[in-house]
């Protein structure tokens, strides 16, 4: 692999929860030239030191991702887990029913969990209030051979919370 192969990476972090501390951290990636793909800010949880767990997934050279692991610790960021996560697959999925009152930030997690895959992005359409069904749009990265394991996952939690799964067409010849 050449020093100039863009890949993706994972930094697992630790934040005192204190405004600006997020923005504090994602500045040293944006300043050494990663690309952001996903961040997972878990502020309901904290580690045993009373901090706030966050997982970043961003794309970078490996120059430049040791660059950023180094920015990160000189600001003060106290850098939990630094390394590669080979996302060679995307798929997206669709979940229907009543997201909001079911805590899509929590379906959210137990997805982000599951290991192998993580959420990319995510485009809820709700009607107001949250007595009306809502979709939410997903779309994932996955580890080589882990796309089973996310979609498994993601079947698991809806079922728990009663939601429909419109999962990626596969197989299907072009």
Do not use: W
Request: charge should be negative.
């Amino acid at each position: 692999m050449s020093e100039a192969t863009v890949r993706a990476y994972t930094v697992r972090l630790e934040l005192v929860d204190e405004p600006g501390e997020l923005l504090g951290a994602l500045e040293p990636i944006a300043d050494n030239g990663g690309n952001l793909l996903s961040i997972f800010h878990e502020r309901g949880n904290v580690t045993p030191r009373g901090h706030i767990p966050v997982e970043v997934d961003l794309e970078a050279t490996e120059a430049q991702f040791e660059t950023i692991v180094d920015a990160l610790r000189e600001a003060g960021v106290n850098v939990i887990q630094a390394g590669a996560e080979r996302y060679s697959e995307e798929l997206t999925v669709v979940l229907v029913g009543h997201l909001v009152e079911t805590d899509l930030s929590d379906t959210l997690q137990q997805i982000q969990e599951c290991g192998g895959a993580s959420v990319a992005d995510v485009s809820l359409s709700a009607a107001d209030g949250t007595d009306e069904e809502s979709s939410a749009r997903l779309r994932l990265v996955a580890s080589e051979g882990h796309t089973s394991d996310a979609l498994e996952t993601i079947q698991d939690v809806a079922d728990k919370k009663d939601l429909r799964v419109v999962e990626p067409l596969t197989g299907v010849p072009a």
